[in-house]
């Protein structure tokens, strides 16, 4: 503030009603009188609360009424907002004295509010197609002077300056984001038709406006350049993904039609067709049976033994089936007699015979069966037979 | 002009599908017959009798599966109550009610009973879909695929002991 320009009282009167229009037209937005809400439902709130206000007509509402229109927030919720708004002067006394009943509700806060969700839904750029249009009305109206049209073509210049830098930001970035964004990317040939328009007619009808009109066509081409990069980027990686929505359908359709044979299969690349169908290996199924996450922690088993394990005996004599069979194999070999040599026994093929050895042994072994196999000193060496060499034993019953 | 008989019936199995055949049919080379009454289930089989398990050795990655052990524990609970007899091949088995399985895999998970229906229901038709069982919803039964026809005797011993020790669809979980 420089000294020569001392800020009268009127001054102060102006800055004053300048900075009240930003109040009230961003009060719904503001957490407290000096910062932006953080959570959404609190712009709900005011929403709810102009509506009603609307409703209410030119009485407004007590503070009752306001509470009960805010019914389904929370009452420090509703307190709050209520003190924003009124510092902000959004909602004001409808007569400005004390311990005053009734309010009213300020017209600039419901404008602005309109374009915050305006702005919310399509994120601006339906917004720059309304200036545009409205810019390119007051072009037209001969009430217009060059300082306003000089003024409008800086915004714009501005406007699409921010704009280009913006996309390309995105375009160095990470292509996640840029699919993120890509709607500020559409209809961008729109928007740059509709400004060279805007600035033909201002440059028609203004000729001395030449810098301005520069600066606006310097944006223009380099919002333009920025804009096809960013959407180049876009189709390249397009290519990779089957999210439809990144691009508007007619681009799809267009590349349906125009696409060579190779382009189109290559859309397919990496899909497998008539593939094999997975393979459950039954050891593959126990193991999975085993990893399964369990309802109660698993309790370690007591060791057991490798060999199969026949189980408790639920039967007196379960284990009498092998003492039954060698009883069976003895019978067999002794034919009834009381003693049978086992050379005699063992001769023939020795893959059998060494399984009746065994068996002999085993019933020789057990104490409760009634043979044994007595081994005497001879040694028989038989080159050509089966068992090479034998000795001489007999297989014979106990008397018990 | 003549054509031999397996190449026709390679083309009628393309045509008509996997269970189209007839069991008189002649199987077309490269795939194997399973028959299942007068009709006959088409199905690759694997050279030199290697099935896809052989791929471990070889640690070549196999078809990815999606969540693998809840479906191979899908494949076991309906086991546990389609293959009753178990000294007998799992194929062709005994259609189970799909409640029955269900129960018998709520027994074996933790958690919420209706939750784990609804992924063994998921289950069971991904099961179904790729031939390891034979889902039939208007029925509400279930019983083995052809596809496990296609398990070598051999290497049955560990699954038929899981069967034994596994409760079945009566045993409430505790």
């Given at each position: 503030m420089s000294s020569e320009s001392v800020p009268s009282l009127d001054d102060a009167l102006a800055g004053e009603a300048v900075l009240g229009v930003y109040r009230q037209m961003f009060a719904a937005l503001a957490r407290d009188s000096g910062a932006v809400v953080d959570d959404p439902v609190l712009v709900d709130v005011a929403e709810t609360l102009l509506a009603a206000f609307a409703d209410a007509g030119e009485d407004g509402l007590s503070r009752e009424q306001m509470r009960y229109v805010c019914r389904r927030y929370p009452a420090e919720v509703f307190e709050n907002r209520l003190r924003v708004?009124?510092?902000?002067?959004?909602?004001?006394?409808?007569?400005?004295?004390?311990?005053?009943?009734?309010?009213?509700?300020?017209?600039?806060?419901?404008?602005?509010?309109?374009?915050?969700?305006?702005?919310?839904?399509?994120?601006g750029q339906s917004e720059m197609h309304r200036l545009l249009a409205l810019e390119r009305l007051n072009v037209a109206d001969p009430r217009m002077t060059a300082a306003q049209a000089r003024a409008g073509a800086e915004g714009l210049a501005r406007a699409f300056r921010l704009w280009s830098v913006e996309l390309v930001t995105l375009t160095n970035g990470t292509i996640e984001e840029l699919r993120a964004q890509a709607p500020k990317l559409w209809g961008a040939e729109d928007i740059l038709a509709g400004a060279e328009r805007?600035?033909?007619?201002?440059?028609?009808?203004?000729?001395?406006?030449?810098?301005?009109?520069?600066?606006?066509?310097?944006?223009?081409?380099?919002?333009?350049?920025?804009?096809?990069?960013?959407?180049?980027?876009?189709?390249?990686?397009?290519?990779?993904?089957?999210?439809?929505?990144?691009?508007?359908?007619?681009?799809?359709?267009?590349?349906?039609?125009?696409?060579?044979?190779?382009?189109?299969?290559?859309?397919?690349?990496?899909?497998?067709?008539?593939?094999?169908?997975?393979?459950?290996?039954?050891?593959?199924?126990?193991?999975?049976?085993?990893?399964?996450?369990?309802a109660v922690p698993a309790r370690p088993a007591p060791p057991r033994a490798a060999l199969p394990d026949g189980g408790l005996a639920d039967r007196a004599d379960a284990g009498s089936a092998e003492a039954d069979r060698l009883r069976d194999v003895a019978e067999r070999v002794l034919r009834g007699r009381d003693r049978a040599p086992v050379e005699a026994l063992l001769d023939g093929d020795w893959a059998a015979a060494r399984r009746l050895l065994a068996d002999l042994s085993a019933a020789h072994l057990r104490p409760e069966l009634p043979y044994r196999l007595v081994w005497s000193d001879g040694l028989a060496a038989r080159p050509d037979a089966a068992p090479a060499w034998l000795s001489s034993g007999v297989f014979e019953r106990v008397d018990a | 002009m003549s054509w031999s008989p397996q190449i026709l019936a390679r083309a009628r199995a393309r045509v008509l599908g996997a269970d189209g055949t007839g069991a008189a049919d002649p199987a077309p080379p490269g795939l194997a017959a399973v028959a299942d009454g007068p009709r006959a289930w088409l199905l690759p089989s694997w050279p030199d009798g290697a099935t896809p398990a052989l791929l471990e050795q070889y640690e070549v990655a196999p078809m990815p599966l999606d969540r693998a052990g809840q479906a191979?524990?899908?494949?076991?609970?309906a086991l546990r109550c389609?293959?009753?007899?178990?000294?007998?091949?799992?194929?062709?088995?005994?259609?189970?009610?799909?409640?029955?399985?269900?129960a018998v895999y709520a027994g074996m998970t933790r958690g919420d009973a209706a939750l784990a229906g609804r992924w063994a229901t998921g289950e069971l038709r991904r099961l179904a879909d790729t031939g390891w069982l034979l889902l039939d919803e208007a029925a509400g039964t279930v019983r083995p695929g052809p596809r496990t026809a296609l398990w070598r005797e051999e290497s049955l011993g560990p699954l038929r002991d899981l069967l034994r020790r596994m409760p079945g669809p009566g045993a409430a979980a505790p």
């Open positions: 708004l009124r510092g902000l002067g959004a909602v004001r006394e409808v007569f400005p004295k004390p311990n005053q009943l009734r309010y009213r509700a300020s017209f600039t806060s419901v404008v602005g509010l309109m374009f915050v969700r305006r702005m919310m839904l399509d994120g805007l600035h033909g007619a201002i440059l028609s009808r203004w000729p001395e406006l030449d810098r301005a009109c520069t600066e606006l066509r310097a944006a223009l081409y380099a919002y333009g350049d920025a804009s096809r990069r960013a959407a180049a980027r876009l189709s390249d990686s397009a290519g990779l993904t089957r999210n439809l929505t990144l691009l508007p359908p007619e681009t799809w359709r267009t590349f349906a039609r125009t696409a060579s044979r190779d382009e189109l299969a290559a859309v397919l690349d990496g899909f497998v067709f008539d593939a094999p169908a997975p393979w459950h290996e039954p050891a593959a199924v126990v193991a999975a049976v085993a990893d399964a996450p369990r | 191979r524990r899908v494949l076991a609970a389609c293959w009753t007899a178990l000294d007998d091949a799992p194929w062709p088995g005994e259609p189970a009610p799909v409640a029955a399985v269900l």
